[in-house]
């Protein structure tokens, strides 16, 4: 059974910086396709990136595009993603997940969902 615990989220003002974490346990990351996701109260989920474990490659939504960055440390097991000049509407809950294929940006092609962590940006 493959588990995921997200870590860093936190109120924040627009403009600042969050690094939120997915520590997996049950399996080595090394080997999967990770994503996050988020969702906005009232809001359907989002995708945010993509990280492939195959070639390291990266995508993401047009929205967070050259703000944020994800990234992966196999040695600790864990995903990242680094969060900068966060804006209001980058508030929801931040959801990481294992990609099991398919259209990246479909939320029902991710299993092993962890319960998420809170990020608000507000002045």
């Known amino acids: 059974q493959v588990h995921m615990v997200e870590s860093g989220g936190g109120l924040v003002q627009p403009g600042d910086s969050l690094r939120l974490s997915c520590a997996a346990s049950g399996r080595t990351v090394s080997s999967l396709s990770m994503g996050w996701f988020r969702q906005a109260p009232g809001k359907e989920r989002e995708f945010v990136a993509l990280?492939?474990?195959?070639?390291?490659?990266?995508f993401y939504a047009d929205s967070v595009k050259g703000r944020f960055t994800i990234s992966r440390d196999n040695a600790k097991n864990t995903v990242y993603l680094q969060m900068n000049s966060l804006k209001p509407e980058d508030t929801a809950v931040y959801r990481c997940?294992?990609?099991?294929?398919?259209?990246?940006?479909?939320?029902?092609?991710?299993?092993?969902w962890g319960q998420g962590t809170q990020v608000t940006v507000s002045s």
């Open positions: 990280n492939g474990w195959k070639n390291d490659n990266t």
């Open positions: 997940a294992v990609f099991t294929g398919g259209r990246y940006y479909d939320a029902d092609r991710y299993d092993y």
